[in-house]
């Protein structure tokens, strides 16, 4: 991305460097990353390594712990809409909310990560593509909903993928999302430590403020934020604090804990970095 570029979110082309390799916006303070990458290079990053030691430590193994965040998401959505309605989620990795949600939509999705597509259409059964959003044909009928739980922060252009987003949902619609908060506290105390930065997988960073500019420029409105906490399993917390980057005495510690049950257990936790997103289509 160049430097010159308009802001995303209010198209503003002030902004200033922030932090090394981010530039934010002077009027909406949305943050982006200071690069471009060729979507050949792109598609790379979220290969089978990216769910196993890389990204994550094993993605597989969260999913109990993916599946306590997902009831309360799936329990938002049908208070907002009747059994059987539409979803299509942008971003489904291996499919592990699509497979909760089928019990109550009719449900189909897409991610860029043939690895993570492979998994949800062979192992759970579900209609999920490995093609780019963007490049996908329009519904024959429009959805009722559309997700994108830990994904906007991915997109080279969230704003493209919302416009069709909008395109291709029903008036009255529901958009559903989830990101870090980089205007939140833990966000400003760490600076440029914050655990949620790390391009080129996270490549923007939004405020409540700049994720709610965006939403009404694109015709949304009824926008409810929020920061629940987050279900994690406790072997992915303790990697992540112990592991990267590894040391001598930290690793230890961590081979440590894995010997004992402690880490197979799943906790809730919240820093308030993490916000959720509910907007409705206007018309």
Same mark, same amino acid.
Request: glycine residues 4%.
């Given at each position: 991305m160049s430097p010159s570029r308009e802001c995303i979110c209010c198209l503003s082309r002030k902004s200033t460097p922030h932090l090394k390799g981010l530039r934010r916006c002077l009027r909406c303070s949305h943050v982006w990353a200071d690069l471009d990458i060729p979507e050949k290079e792109f598609r790379k990053i979220y290969s089978r390594k990216y769910y196993e030691g890389e990204e994550y430590l094993d993605y597989g193994k969260e999913r109990e712990a993916l599946r306590r965040n997902f009831r309360a998401r799936i329990r938002d959505l049908s208070r907002r809409h009747p059994r059987g309605a539409r979803l299509f989620e942008i971003g489904c990795a291996y499919g592990y909310f699509l497979e909760m949600a089928r019990d109550f939509f009719e449900v189909s999705g897409c991610d860029i990560s043939s690895h993570a597509a492979n998994f949800a259409r062979d192992k759970l059964g579900l209609e999920v593509s490995d093609r780019e959003y963007l490049t996908l044909p329009s519904p024959e009928r429009p959805?009722?909903?559309?997700? !994108?739980?830990? &994904?906007?922060?991915? @997109? *080279?252009?969230? /704003? !493209?993928? $919302?416009? *069709? %987003?909008? #395109?291709?949902?029903?008036?009255?619609? &529901?958009? =559903?999302?989830? &990101?870090g908060d980089i205007g939140s506290f833990a966000a400003k105390i760490r600076g440029a430590k914050w655990r949620l930065i790390h391009p080129p997988t996270h490549l923007h960073y939004f405020t409540r403020k700049s994720i709610r500019t965006l939403l009404e420029r694109l015709g949304f409105g009824e926008i409810r934020i929020f920061h629940p906490p987050f279900w994690r399993s406790a072997d992915a917390?303790?990697? %992540?604090? $112990?592991?990267?980057?590894?040391? /001598?005495?930290?690793? #230890?510690?961590? /081979?440590? $804990? #894995? =010997?004992?049950?402690? !880490? *197979?257990?799943?906790?809730?936790?919240? &820093?308030?970095? @993490?916000?959720?997103?509910? =907007? #409705?289509?206007?018309?």
């Open positions: 959805f009722d909903m559309i997700c !994108l739980w830990d &994904t906007v922060e991915h @997109l *080279k252009d969230p /704003r !493209l993928y $919302l416009e *069709k %987003a909008s #395109r291709e949902m029903k008036k009255g619609g &529901t958009l =559903a999302l989830s &990101t917390m303790a990697s %992540a604090v $112990l592991s990267y980057p590894s040391g /001598r005495w930290t690793d #230890r510690i961590y /081979r440590a $804990l #894995r =010997a004992t049950h402690l !880490l *197979k257990l799943e906790i809730p936790l919240n &820093t308030w970095d @993490l916000m959720t997103v509910y =907007a #409705r289509k206007n018309g």
